[in-house]
């Protein structure tokens, strides 16, 4: 979620070589519900502030940025909890196992993720 926030708010906190994949025309782009799930979450909570409507705010960056609607199904629901994480936090594991299931590259700089052995990471770091 961290990336996909700082791509479109604070593109500085990208390492380069990340923001150059970001830019490359050949990479699809793909963005979980999730992680705009998980936005709204610490919206919710106060951790993250905006001005103005935060639903406007989702369109809008919805809008702007070149993503790819991930899907949530089934299928990953299940695979969710064979992954070998070492923490339980369902966005992390939904978005883990999406990107792998995409056959995607995970985008992150959370450790926990960069450290997991099933899964390609970026790492923003």
């Known amino acids: 979620m961290h990336i996909w926030i700082w791509s479109l708010t604070s593109p500085d906190r990208l390492v380069f070589y990340v923001r150059s994949e970001f ?14 799930w998980e936005f709204l979450v610490l919206v919710r909570k106060g951790r993250l502030r905006l001005t103005g409507d935060v639903d406007q705010w989702v369109v809008d960056a919805l809008g702007c940025a070149p993503v790819r609607k991930a899907p949530i199904t089934y299928a990953m629901a299940l695979e969710s909890q064979r992954l070998a994480l070492d923490h339980c936090d369902p966005a992390d594991r939904f978005i883990a196992v999406t990107a792998r299931l995409l056959e995607a590259t995970l985008v992150t700089g959370d450790q926990r993720l960069i450290k997991a052995d099933d899964l390609k990471v970026l790492a923003n770091r």
């Open 23 to 36: 830019s490359d025309p050949k990479n699809e782009l793909w963005l979980s519900a999730i992680s705009v």
